[in-house]
T-cell receptor
Framework: DQQVKQNSPSLSVQEGRISILNCDYTNSMFDYFLWYKKYPAEGPTFLISISSIKDKNEDGRFTVFLNKSAKHLSLHIVPSQPGDSAVYFCAASLSNFGNEKLTFGTGTRLTIIP | DSGVTQTPKHLITATGQRVTLRCSPRSGDLSVYWYQQSLDQGLQFLIQYYNGEERAKGNILERFSAQQFPDLHSELNLSSLELGDSALYFC?????????????????FGSGTRLTVV
């Protein structure tokens, strides 16, 4: 049962334009959401997160939007740069101290075209 | 360097064999998590240890086991290996400070062990 879904395996965007990556979840108990970025031959690295009490969180070129009623979140990257080419994983978690298990989506490979 | 060390980086072994993957968490982190990433799959949670004790279990097969030692390093043991066990195995660590937001954002991954079963 895939509780976190990223339905687009890949996305290509022109450099300088906006990249929008989408993620859907099924478990309404999830209360914290994160995006991780992964380059080849490296482990995922934390990018940005959002608590379920918010609907938007911004950090530089990266903004995450959360729509709880639709159980949907998205990551916006503006402007997109060649170094943003990577696989992006959406992850979700429950409030449970001592068990910060993250449930990951299958990832979206983003390619920025120069 | 993320601070989480995984060895070996690559492992090729035959079906039916047993292997051990090792993880040293980032200094100060008490929790270790193991994830499996198969081809075109997301990261599947296997198991979590916190300060030497098993804390949470995910989709871990009975042929797989793990432990966390007093020095906080962890080992994932995979036995009776099958072709389908070929995957990237990631270890991650977090501090478990009691601040959930900090802990979850502070998840640090190693670069993984690529296991190929032939």
């Amino acid at each position: 049962d895939q509780q976190v879904k990223q339905n687009s395996p890949s996305l290509s965007v022109q450099e300088g334009r906006i990249s929008i990556l989408n993620c859907d979840y099924t478990n309404s108990m999830f209360d914290y959401f994160l995006w991780y970025k992964k380059y080849p031959a490296e482990g995922p690295t934390f990018l940005i997160s959002i608590s379920s009490i918010k609907d938007k969180n911004e950090d530089g070129r990266f903004t995450v939007f959360l729509n709880k009623s639709a159980k949907h979140l998205s990551l916006h990257i503006v402007p997109s740069q060649p170094g943003d080419s990577a696989v992006y994983f959406c992850a979700a978690s429950l409030s449970n101290f001592g068990n910060e298990k993250l449930t990951f989506g299958t990832g979206t490979r983003l390619t920025i075209i120069p | 360097d993320s601070g989480v060390t995984q060895t070996p980086k690559h492992l090729i072994t035959a079906t039916g064999q047993r292997v051990t993957l090792r993880c040293s968490p980032r200094s100060g982190d008490l929790s270790v998590y193991w994830y499996q990433q198969s081809l075109d799959q997301g990261l599947q949670f296997l198991i979590q240890y916190y300060n030497g004790e098993e804390r949470a279990k995910g989709n871990i097969l009975e042929r797989f086991s793990a432990q966390q030692f007093p020095d906080l390093h962890s080992e994932l043991n995979l036995s009776s290996l099958e072709l389908g066990d070929s995957a990237l195995y990631f270890c991650a660590s977090s501090v478990n400070s009691g601040d959930l937001n900090r802990d979850r954002s502070g998840y640090t991954f190693g670069s993984g062990t690529r296991l190929t079963v032939v």
